[in-house]
């Protein structure tokens, strides 16, 4: 069966968490808004009723449809066999997950502290401070939390010698955040090693290199989670 | 066997859903902060090494720890058989659950929009801004998801006949909010009636009842999630 992910088409956001899995797992979608556009993507969330997602990405699998990236990545999990070896391991691995959600919308919350439907230039002096704070304190918490994690791994995955969902998601913050924060992370840069490896290793795997280099790819830029504002970057 | 909760004791705070899946289910459990204290908390969590979780609330099983709320109460489900009946059921559930997790973090980031280790008096101007964005656009649009989920609903929880965690998480934050909004939630009465119809139905239950009414249900304050504010009020 081919899945409908339907997602805003023109950033990664958090999308991307779920566009990786797929093209990891070498999983067949469609990504639906970047060929029938957004008004569609609007009109087919509308028509889902009660079961309606509250926001994308969303996929869709015949008569079941998922939202939330957490939620989403335990179901590709478990439906195509990407899952950790034991129960203690699958709670631990959703866990992580979930701490990267977490951290993905305090990145949001940096460029958007007051109000997430207005524009970043109505909340500048704002985001100003809160990204100060941010590359000052949570910003190396949450990597040294995953640095830490890393610590747990028997292979070159979080879960071991196989990569999952978990993988793929530490893949993309590493990424953002070099984006975002070039002059942070670069000053940061030799406190996360198997941050940094475990980048590196997924960004290797044969289907997300071809992924990378593809159109599919969707690049970094100021529409999406991650943001490059020079003026909130800084050692 | 006991769970050992860990989560600070003088709040509701995110330990609260797990806390009420914990009575409804008449889980035997020791909330060890409120017994131990912070500082034992701190030692506890840190003497977990490359598996500690990234912040309280967690929960230890023997030698499973589990942290983040939606993830534990999904254990807990597993463990106890208060699952959905089927699998799509389960996803969506889920899903909910994690979208309750987002409310939770805008909920919070209302009195600290712009630094989350400083105090709500430092941030009082942003927290101003983002309170009027928040009970204009965003409280509605969580409410009215909730609402419209409740619509698919064939019984008297969202699930059917049988309360589960998401009744737990739905009922929280009702209830959290009009202690934080009572201008704001007293103008939206009625606007939600299988929302408050479900608040009652969970706070009904025998043994959820018998929680509320007893000293372990620590009593909304302003240094927890739900905070209220007087001047972040507002029709």
Redesign the interface.
Known sequence: MTYDLWYWPTIQGRGEFVRLVLEAGGIAYRDRARTDGVEAMMHDMAAR??????APPYLVAG??T???V??IV??LQDRHGIEPRDE?AR??L??LQ??V??LV??VH?VHH??????YYDEQRA?AM??AA?FRA??LPK?LG?FE?????ADGAFVAGEKWSGIDMALFQIVAGLRYMFPRRMAALAGDYPRLAALHDGVAALPAVAAYLASDRRVAFNTDGIFRHYPELDGD
Do not use: N
Not at 49 to 54: D, I, K, S
């Open positions: 009723g009660p079961r309606a997602p509250f008569d079941t998922v939202a939330q957490a939620d335990l179901f203690a709670y631990w959703h866990q979930l701490t959600a977490d919308a305090e919350a502290p007051v109000d997430p439907m207005a704002e401070r809160a704070q304190a949570r949450f939390h830490a994690a890393l610590g747990a």
